[in-house]
T-cell receptor, first 113, second 115 residues
Framework: SQKIEQNSEALNIQEGKTATLTCNYT??????LQWYRQDPGRGPVFLLL?????KEKRKERLKVTFDTTLKQSLFHITASQPADSATYLC????????????FGAGTRLFVKA | GAGVSQSPSNKVTEKGKDVELRCDPI?????LYWYRQRLGQGLEFLIY????????KSGLPSDRFSAERTGESVSTLTIQRTQQEDSAVYLC?????????????FGEGSRLTVL
């Protein structure tokens, strides 16, 4: 069955460092991959989308890579700030046969001042 | 409104009662999605609408769950004979499917507690 895996353990880092979150998937051939941020008690908010033919995408302090051979995406936040503390969700979409977007369970990030 | 609106924001009900959750998507968004998020868990896909049709309802957990959409706008998720296991946040999202973007715009969710 289709599966998205994100590190269930929380990631704790010091302010100013780079946070790297991992998303692995199996039994899926997504046309694109997305990253969302979710704060407690709120709905997810879209951050970045990367297509299957793109290796890397950047937006301000965010960088996403997408390796369709390894079936993996890495999400980087450079110069992290305490305000970056949240849960980050990986989502896959565009597989043949359907339009539903499926989400990973998310990784909780804590950035300490 | 400017964003996706969901109501009620909180609902406490007794086991066995029926509940209706409402979603108002962003105007002009043809696609609408319902997800369920249990405490500390990820988003579980329930159903997807394109216009008023539901091409994918594979995620509905049982026949107690149903959803409809009218006027290519408002959607209602109905849970009949609620069980304690139905307690979760129900999230609605919308987008302009087919306009070369997959970005989903989420509401703040409806938190359902079944006693």
């Amino acid at each position: 069955s289709q599966k998205i895996e994100q590190n269930s353990e929380a990631l704790n880092i010091q302010e100013g460092k780079t946070a790297t979150l991992t998303c692995n998937y199996t039994n899926y051939s997504p046309a694109y991959l997305q990253w969302y941020r979710q704060d407690p008690g709120r709905g997810p908010v879209f951050l970045l989308l990367i297509r299957e033919n793109e290796k890397e995408k950047r937006k301000e302090r965010l960088k996403v890579t997408f390796d369709t051979t390894l079936k993996q995406s890495l999400f980087h936040i450079t110069a992290s700030q305490p305000a970056d503390s949240a849960t980050y969700l990986c989502a896959l979409d565009g597989d043949t046969g359907g339009f539903k977007t499926i989400f990973g369970a998310g990784t909780r990030l804590f950035v300490k001042a | 409104g400017a964003g996706v609106s969901q109501s009620p924001s909180n609902k406490v009900t007794e086991k066995g009662k029926d509940v209706e959750l409402r979603c108002d998507p962003i105007s002009g968004h043809t696609a609408l999605y319902w997800y369920r998020q249990r405490l500390g868990q990820g988003l579980e896909f329930l159903i997807y609408f394109q216009g008023n049709s539901a091409p994918d309802k594979s995620g509905l957990p049982s026949d107690r769950f149903s959803a409809e959409r009218t006027g290519e706008s408002v959607s209602t998720l109905t849970i009949q004979r609620t069980q304690q296991e139905d307690s979760a946040v129900y999230l609605c999202a919308s987008n302009k499917r087919g306009i070369n973007t997959g970005e989903l715009f989420f509401g703040e969710g409806s938190r359902l507690t079944v006693l």
